[in-house]
């Protein structure tokens, strides 16, 4: 089943949500104000990104809002020290919507592109 983790005041996250709805395609979405992504969760999104991206460094590089006014706390730590910071704070760091699909596949933002391909 895909999930979509964001906040339902986030157009892109409402935009995301509106996808899925109007293939009919089963979703789960997860509130990151209520509820954050347990540790595998986080783990199997950065793995599947990571896999688009190149290396775990990347990945979460590429799935920092840059754009967040916290981006800053982030910014200038050692590469070792900016996957456990963006896991503590997902609401503030992450680019949403993070949608995942099983354990496998994964985007962060808007990828209606490789939506398509999900079932």
């Known amino acids: 089943m895909i999930q979509i983790f964001g906040t339902n005041k986030s157009f892109d996250c409402k935009t995301a949500q509106?996808?899925?709805k109007e293939?009919?395609?089963?979703?789960?979405f997860v509130d990151l104000k209520e509820k954050e992504m347990s540790a595998g969760e986080f783990?199997?999104?950065?793995?599947?990104i990571a896999r688009q991206e190149g290396s775990r460094t990347d990945a979460i590089d590429f799935m920092t809002d840059k754009n967040a006014k916290d981006y800053s706390s982030i910014a200038?730590?050692?590469d070792s020290e900016k996957e456990s910071k963006l896991f503590e704070n997902q609401l503030k760091l992450l680019k949403l919507p993070v949608c995942r699909n099983g354990k496998t596949e994964a985007t962060v933002g808007l990828c209606q592109k490789i939506w398509e391909g999900w079932k």
């Open 18 to 20: 509106r996808f899925f």
């Open 23 to 28: 293939r009919r395609i089963p979703f789960q």
């Open 43 to 48: 783990d199997s999104v950065v793995c599947a």
């Open 76 to 78: 200038y730590l050692d």
